[in-house]
Each structure stands twice: as structure tokens, then as C-alpha cells.
């Protein structure tokens, strides 16, 4: 069974920081990786989608990175903002056909940048 | 403009009472999903459906029903059966099952 972890589960920064967040997962048999970012009370926002084939993918002051074989994902963001503030969840989708619908989600990081 | 909706923002219901909540995309997409979100816990997946007239259960399917008579449509029923409804659930849509999902507001039910 697939499980994903997400360290840290809070994070805080000084704005302006460079910062990491980590997902890690148990099988490494995926079809792609997304990234989502959620505010308080609201949906999720997609902010990037890996395929298992990709190594990275960037979005303006985003970035994300994938290591398949060692079940490992990171979101780097570059100069933070207090904008920035929310929780990033990360899920990943499984190689299976029969099954390939299915997202298994981390529990987030909180992530607070302080002005 | 295209998106998901979901209605209404905020339900309150009493114990052993049905309650459906609404999710509508305009996206075109074929694939619909809905998720249930607690406090301290991933998303967790209760029904999908890939077409029209079709669906199936996800992880967490007792209590909940489903339906798909339209494209741009995938209501929800929370019925009495299920033990621990309050909740705050999330619809999702794609253009196929292992497409990037995109998510609609959210509605928060609360049952006492």
C-alpha cells in the first residue's frame, strides 16, 4: 500500500528565505507526482504535475524535483513571500492501469513566511 | 470562466438526515472525484467516476451514494448510514483518470 510522508509538517521562515519542502513515498512504481497548494477553508490549487519520466519541473519561483527510484519529491521555493503562506500537499498516482485514477495524498506541510 | 463549483460553501445538518452537495465543472472534462478532508489527514478518495452513467468506489465509499447523469455534474449524497459525516469535502475533475486533477472550492458539512 502506497503510503506518503511529508517532512517537515510546519515549517516558518524570515520572507525572502529560500525554502525546501519533502515528500517521500513507499513505492516507487508511479505514474507522476503533483504538487498542490491549499489555503485555509479552500480547494486545492495545482501548482505542478511530474511525470515519472521527469527529473524536475519549474513554475516561476517553484520548483520540483523527482527521484523516482529512491521514492523522493521536493518543492523548492525561491524567495518566499508572506503570500506564500499555505499548506503544500503533495499525491502521487500509481503505474497501474486498473488503479491509475487513484491519488494518494501526504498530509501537508504548513508553511507560515513571516514579513 | 472554466472551473468546478461546488455548492453551497457551508451545510449544517441533523444526525439521520440525508444531504447532497453539489459539484458542477465546465472544464469539459470526463473524469469526476470527490474526497473527504479531516483535520490532520491526507485526502482520502470516496467515489470517481471516469464517463457518464458510470463510477466507482473509492477508499471510503459506506455512507455515500453517487451519481453521473451528466458530463459537467457529479452530486454527492451523505446518507444517514454514514457514521461520521461532518467533513470537509472536496470535488475534483480531469480530462482522463491519470490526467492532473483540478479541485473545486470545497463544501464544509457539519452534522450534529
Known amino acids: 500500500k502506497q503510503e506518503v510522508t511529508q517532512i517537515p509538517a510546519a515549517l516558518s521562515v524570515p520572507e525572502g528565505e529560500n525554502l525546501v519542502l519533502n515528500c517521500s513515498f513507499t513505492d516507487s512504481a508511479i505514474y507522476n507526482l503533483q504538487w498542490f497548494r491549499q489555503d485555509p477553508g479552500k480547494g486545492l490549487t495545482s501548482l505542478l504535475l511530474?511525470?515519472?519520466?521527469?527529473r524536475e519541473q519549474t513554475s516561476g519561483r517553484l520548483n520540483a524535483s523527482l527521484d523516482k527510484s529512491s521514492g523522493r519529491s521536493t518543492l523548492y521555493i525561491a524567495a518566499s513571500q508572506p503570500g506564500d503562506s499555505a499548506t503544500y500537499l503533495c499525491?502521487?498516482?500509481?503505474?497501474?492501469?486498473?488503479?491509475?485514477?487513484?491519488?494518494?495524498f501526504g498530509k501537508g506541510t504548513l508553511l507560515t513566511v513571516n514579513p | 470562466d472554466g472551473g468546478i463549483t461546488q455548492s453551497p460553501k457551508y451545510l449544517f445538518r441533523k444526525e439521520g438526515q440525508n444531504v447532497t452537495l453539489s459539484c458542477e465543472q465546465n472544464?469539459?472534462?470526463?473524469?469526476m472525484y470527490w474526497y473527504r478532508q479531516d483535520p490532520g489527514q491526507g485526502l482520502r478518495l470516496i467515489y470517481y467516476?471516469?464517463?457518464?452513467?458510470?463510477?466507482q468506489k473509492g477508499d471510503i465509499a459506506e455512507g455515500y451514494s453517487v451519481s453521473r447523469e451528466k458530463k459537467e455534474s457529479f452530486p454527492l449524497t451523505v446518507t444517514s448510514a454514514q457514521k461520521n459525516p461532518t467533513a470537509f469535502y472536496l470535488c475534483?475533475?480531469?480530462?482522463?483518470?491519470?490526467?492532473?486533477?483540478?479541485f473545486g472550492p470545497g463544501t464544509r458539512l457539519t452534522v450534529t
Open positions: 467516476s471516469q464517463i457518464v452513467n458510470d463510477f
Open positions: 472544464l469539459n472534462h470526463d473524469a
Open positions: 475534483a475533475s480531469s480530462y482522463a483518470q491519470n490526467y492532473e486533477q483540478y
Open positions: 499525491a502521487v498516482r500509481p503505474e497501474s492501469g486498473g488503479s491509475n485514477y487513484k491519488l494518494t
Open positions: 511530474i511525470q515519472s519520466s521527469q
